[in-house]
């Protein structure tokens, strides 16, 4: 199976459609207010419907209520929400029950008890771990990879956290077989929601052939 590439905090229309022709799988928007790269009230709804239908749309929140979020989703023709905060199960169980993909969020340390998440897999259409911090969102920093090892809940999920261009060989190390996919944030950025199209090209076509050759 192929590494599906999200392509997360984009904000700026000319930058979202040069980012579409690197055709990632997945691409996300922040509607988090604290957020650097915060796009409601920012960002034309249209220029996100428009997208091509092969480019997954991904909102991403923070302990938003079932309200904003669904609202949100409608607004802005989402394919599936990420929730980065502390949301429960029983507010995925609300989300997908109308309609709504999930990806939920794990803050994830060397300590992390991967077991602790399984209430949420069947409410959810993916997990995704990030580095561990003392506030919301992302870093930009890497946790131990390793430690994927020792994930075995049987629930595909995507990797965040630091990833950068240098990394490839590390991602491609990764042997579990639940590793669906990557996300693509800071490390690829000019300022916080202007992605570096060329350096975000030449990561992904990389990875793309090298993972064919596996």
């Known amino acids: 199976m192929s590494l599906k590439i999200k392509v997360c905090g984009m904000r700026e229309p000319d930058n979202i459609l040069e980012t579409v022709e690197l055709k990632p799988d997945y691409m996300g928007f922040i509607f988090y207010n604290l957020s650097p790269r915060y796009t409601s009230d920012i960002l034309d ?10 480019i997954k749309k991904i909102g991403v929140f923070v302990n938003a209520d079932f309200i904003e979020i669904t609202w949100i989703a409608r ?4 394919d599936l929400v990420q929730l980065h905060g502390n949301e429960t ?3 995925c169980r609300l989300l997908t029950n109308e309609g709504l993909k999930v990806i939920k969020a794990f803050p994830t340390k060397g300590n992390t008890n991967f077991e602790s998440f399984s209430d949420f897999i069947s409410h959810t259409e993916y997990f995704l771990f990030d580095t561990a911090t003392s506030e919301y969102g992302g870093s930009g920093n890497r946790f131990d990879w390793k430690i994927l090892d020792r994930y075995h809940l049987g629930h595909p999920f995507f990797l965040s956290g630091g990833i950068c261009e240098n990394d490839v060989g590390q991602i491609l190390e990764i042997n ?6 990557i996300d693509l944030n800071s490390r690829f950025e000019i300022r916080p929601g ?3 199209i060329k350096k975000l090209g030449k990561f992904i076509s990389d990875i793309r052939l090298k993972k064919e050759a596996l």
């Open 176 to 181: 579990n077989p639940e590793f669906y996919g």
């Open 89 to 91: 199960s029983d507010l």
């Open 75 to 78: 607004k802005y023709s989402l």
């Open 194 to 196: 202007l992605k570096d």
């Open 45 to 54: 709804p249209k220029i996100i419907y428009e997208l091509p239908g092969n």
